[in-house]
């Protein structure tokens, strides 16, 4: 092949490359694709094009009912002879609250299925060429009309092909669509009010009537295609009955009692394996005329499933995780924990233990057994975690500390631990035994008990990494989620048990020695913090009886730790005086006091899911922070960025109300608040801009930055006169 | 008690939408259906004076919101049909109101003077330009959009609310052939009829309220 003969097959190759594509057209406001489902198309066959449109941030179009104002975006087409364009078909909308006007609309990335329908007779061999000139309105608070001409060229081939691309977007688009539920019917009332109910026929099985009986189904909305049915403004006021959803509204001031249509659209929240869903449901198909692609089609007449994914993304953001995802998140969390502030302390003991172990030889048996000793309790925690899930608890990662009795045990582990560390009594052996104690000297025994306590003791540290695959796991059916909890383990349990068989490392570690000594006396004082910082703890979740409870069982302990070291009178002293000091602070001790929320300083206020609405509906911006005493990453965000002079201030200006969510204690109205954003745990900070309904979900580690920018920006896009 | 949990979430959270939606219901004008007194309300317009619907009592009075930024508005502006439709108005002695809620500082807010010049460079030939920069006006009638037209008989009862046509679109095009509700409740006016659409659904720009 000659120079000339290798530039045609190129430019051959680019023509065959290039039809199924229309280059994206840039608007000011929004980025428009055509994509063609079909690399080729035989005749006779109906195929799917994607119109995809992003939309600039905070700047919405409208969906086919545009609500109060607005325009819906329309379609005008150009095709060669014999062939026909159906409906643009509209993903469910979301509602845009301005003031007193209400519009449904699309927001972000947007995409639309359209069907095409070549006619029998389309010669093969020849290229078809498909051209639409769309129009749309897009706004913030201004609105813009844009406009593009796409022109979209389809070779016409014996045999259609796929584009791989296109194919994938196309079914994606189609996955998106409103569930339909039109065989099932829904009843209509107009006598003064509008009534409708979804779904008329209840002995259907169907997830409309399931969700409604088990009680699992919230935030109802009803979206007729009519723009002259409802009043868009007025409250929807959803009754859960019958195996129906049951919305009564205002009509509209168009309303047209001899023009009455109320085919439309159903969204709601569903839970589903503990997490709750955003789900759309499609009573009656949309307007439009024209030819469905092909599985639309099949789907709406009940033919084919719905797609896979259908059921929709989760209404959390944690939604697209794989389980591949969740496990690395979760390795690399697990490696993370290593050098938080919980654990380290624990671990520092233990790698004491390996100086002397490595002159002992059992280095590496100490190892195995000290991962063992963190699988096995990771998967214990997990088992119990799922069990108290699938009972209906309403329980979340952290749920071990939010027993006072937990962590009141932990407080007094880590106070005999830093005793021990002092000097204060030992496990029987001397002072060359150093790094023993508990953690090491105990062999076996020692290394599988660090690995426990360190994995308890991290539970508060959880690493924000982590909170996504947790918060995900929990949400999934018992095998995965315990490969997520053992994938933590791994990656926490791996940089120690890879040390311990580092020979090249056991050489370097310093020969046991008196300044082990020295060194094991020093890690008492962190273990002695960690009690305090346990106490505190305590002390939220049960008052200060419950403090006073566990500091006389600090004091008893002591004594009985002394007397160990009397004669056997003493012990039996010693021992009762424990015993009988338990059971008298037993009460107070497991007492959680229900006022006890946390301390709410001044401009703070306890945060429920109504006070948050009572504030949108006001207007208000709102920051809330979920938050637990036991959470040192919560704490830490509160120090380095909630407490901050500035961030008060933009707060203040801005006239932000700061909700506290405290979960110190167990409380299943929090529990189901961070499993509607996909969390099982805290922190988890949300900004509602005022007039939206759905918050911002902030970073789990804050800055200041972070802050000011959401609280600036949010303030800035919304500008104060959304609010009625 | 596990089962209780299960009904209590649901319940709470419809409580709380109907709680929510209470709460904006209350703080929303309720909008003037057709066929109602048309409420009473005073403004100021673009030559200082205070103005009010009583005064126009005996004629018939369109009020029309503007916000001349408004790719509908200038639609109809543009074209020459608001205009056509105003002389078209006045003519038959009808009074034209043209009202602007646009808050201080968001689209289509103006000052005295600008309304004015505005009236003179669109060759507008409404009978006053009526500024409502909080919105009360606009609230109280529950204008939506801007246009949003509504037609009060000389009895001062409401005969007319909703969009000016029947057409949609920003799309100067649209203006040919559209259904113009206005003009068709104005004739029924004139021939002592109710129109025979008395509402349709506004459209157009959201109106710019003051927060």
């Known amino acids: ?124 061999g020849t290229t078809a060429k498909l051209s639409v000139y769309v129009t749309w309105l897009v706004c913030d608070e201004i609105c813009v009309p844009e406009e593009g001409t796409f022109d979209l060229s389809v070779p016409v081939r014996a045999e259609g092909a796929d584009d791989p691309r296109g194919a994938k977007l196309a079914a994606e688009a189609i996955a998106a669509l409103p569930q339909s539920l039109t065989p099932l019917g829904f009843t209509l009332s107009t006598d003064g009010q509008i009534r409708v109910a979804f779904p008329q026929k209840t002995d259907e099985a169907n997830p409309i009537t399931d969700a409604v009986n088990a009680g699992r189904i919230r935030k109802a909305v009803y979206f007729p295609y009519s723009q002259s049915l409802i009043d868009h403004a007025a409250p929807q006021k959803v009754t859960l009955a019958n195996g129906q959803v049951q919305v009564e509204t205002a009509p509209s001031l168009s309303f047209n009692k001899d023009n009455v249509e109320g085919a439309g659209l159903l969204t709601a929240e569903i839970q589903d394996n503990g997490a709750w869903t955003s789900r759309a449901f499609m009573f009656g198909n949309p307007p439009g005329e024209g030819p469905l692609p092909t599985m639309v089609a099949a789907i709406w007449a009940g033919e084919a499933p719905p797609p896979s994914n259908q059921s929709g993304a989760p209404a959390a953001p944690a939604g697209g995780m794989g389980l591949l995802t969740a496990i690395a998140l979760a390795l690399i969390g697990g490696v993370i924990l290593n050098v938080m502030p919980c654990v380290f302390p624990v671990l520092s003991i233990k790698a004491l233990s390996l100086a002397d172990a490595a002159q002992a030889g059992t280095a590496k048996r100490h190892g195995v057994i000290f991962f063992a000793g963190v699988m096995a309790t990771f998967l214990a925690l997990a088992g119990v975690l799922i069990a108290l899930k699938a009972a209906g608890a309403a329980v979340g990662w952290g749920f071990q500390l939010q027993e006072p009795v937990m962590i009141a045990a932990l407080a007094l582990l880590f106070f005999a631990i830093g005793l021990n560390l002092i000097g204060a009594f030992e496990i029987g052996g001397g002072v060359q035994n150093v790094g023993a104690s508990l953690a090491g000297r105990a062999g076996d025994a020692g290394a599988f008990f660090t690995g426990a306590l360190a994995v308890i003791a991290a539970t508060p540290c959880t690493a924000p990494l982590m909170a996504g695959a947790l918060g995900w796991a929990a949400t999934q059916p018992p095998a995965a989620a315990l490969a997520v909890f053992a994938a933590l383990g791994v990656g926490f349990a791996a940089p120690f048990t890879a040390l311990s068989f580092a020979p090249a490392l056991h050489k370097r570690l310093p020969k046991p020695g008196p300044w082990m000594e020295r060194a094991r006396q020093v890690l008492a004082f962190p273990m002695f913090g960690a009690a305090v910082w346990l106490v505190w703890v305590l002390a939220v979740q049960t008052g200060s009886m419950g403090t006073v409870a566990l500091l006389s069982l600090f004091v008893a302990l002591g004594f009985f730790v002394w007397a160990g070291r009397q004669g056997t009178g003493w012990r039996i002293a010693g021992a009762i005086f424990l015993i009988a000091t338990a059971a008298i602070v037993w009460r107070p001790l497991t007492t959680v006091d229900a006022g006890a929320r946390g301390e709410v300083a001044a401009g703070e206020e306890v945060w429920s899911p109504a006070r948050v609405a009572d504030l949108q509906a006001a207007g208000t911006p709102v920051f809330v922070n979920f938050t637990a005493a036991w959470c040192v990453t919560c704490k830490a965000n509160e120090a380095v960025a909630l407490s901050r002079p500035a961030v008060k201030q933009a707060f203040a200006d801005n006239g932000v109300a700061y909700l506290k969510a405290d979960w110190t204690a167990r409380d299943s109205v929090i529990a189901d608040a961070l499993a509607s954003h996909g969390r099982n745990g805290v922190p988890l900070y949300l900004y509602y801009a005022p007039g939206e309904a759905t918050p911002v979900v902030l970073p789990q580690l804050l800055s200041e930055d972070i802050l000011l920018d959401a609280i600036g920006r949010h303030a800035g896009a919304v500008r104060g006169d959304l609010r009625p | 008690m596990m089962i209780n949990r299960r009904f209590v979430l649901p319940a709470l959270a419809v409580s709380v939408v109907a709680l929510a939606g209470g709460l904006f219901l209350s703080q929303r004008a309720d909008a003037v259906q057709a066929g109602a007194p048309a409420p009473a309300f005073q403004a100021v317009d673009a030559a200082g004076q205070t103005r009010s619907l009583a005064e126009f009592a005996g004629k018939t009075v369109v009020l029309e919101w503007s916000n001349d930024q408004c790719p509908y508005v200038k639609k109809h502006y543009e074209t020459g049909n608001m205009q056509a439709l105003q002389r078209e108005a006045t003519a038959q002695d009808v009074v034209w109101l043209t009202i602007v809620s646009s808050a201080p500082g968001k689209q289509g807010a103006v000052t005295e003077a600008e309304a004015q010049r505005l009236t003179t460079t669109r060759n507008a030939a409404p009978t006053a330009v009526l500024l409502d920069p909080t919105g009360a006006v606009g609230r109280l009638y529950g204008a939506r959009t801007t246009p949003h037209m509504y037609v009060i008989a000389p009895d001062q009862a409401l005969v007319y609310q909703g969009g000016i046509d029947d057409r949609n679109s920003a799309d100067h095009a649209t203006v040919q052939g559209a259904r113009n509700y206005v003009r068709e409740a104005l004739t029924a006016v004139r021939a002592g009829r109710q129109p025979a659409v008395a509402a349709a659904p506004p459209y157009g720009c959201s109106i710019k309220y003051a927060g």
């Open chain 1, 1 to 124: 092949m000659g120079l000339r003969g290798f530039l045609v097959s190129i430019a051959a190759a680019f023509a065959l490359a290039a039809p199924a594509l229309a280059q994206p057209v840039r608007t000011q406001n929004v980025e428009t694709e055509l994509v063609s489902a079909r690399a080729a198309i035989a005749p006779g066959e109906t195929f799917t094009l994607v119109m995809r449109q992003k939309i600039r941030a905070d700047w919405h179009t409208y969906w086919v009912n545009s609500g109060d104002s607005g325009e819906q975006t329309r379609l005008e087409w150009t095709l060669p002879a014999g062939f026909e364009a159906g409906p643009l078909l509209h993903p469910a909308p979301q509602v845009e609250v301005l003031g007193p006007i209400v519009t449904y609309v699309h927001e972000g990335e947007v995409l639309y299925p359209i069907a095409i329908r070549a006619p029998a007779g389309a010669k093969p």
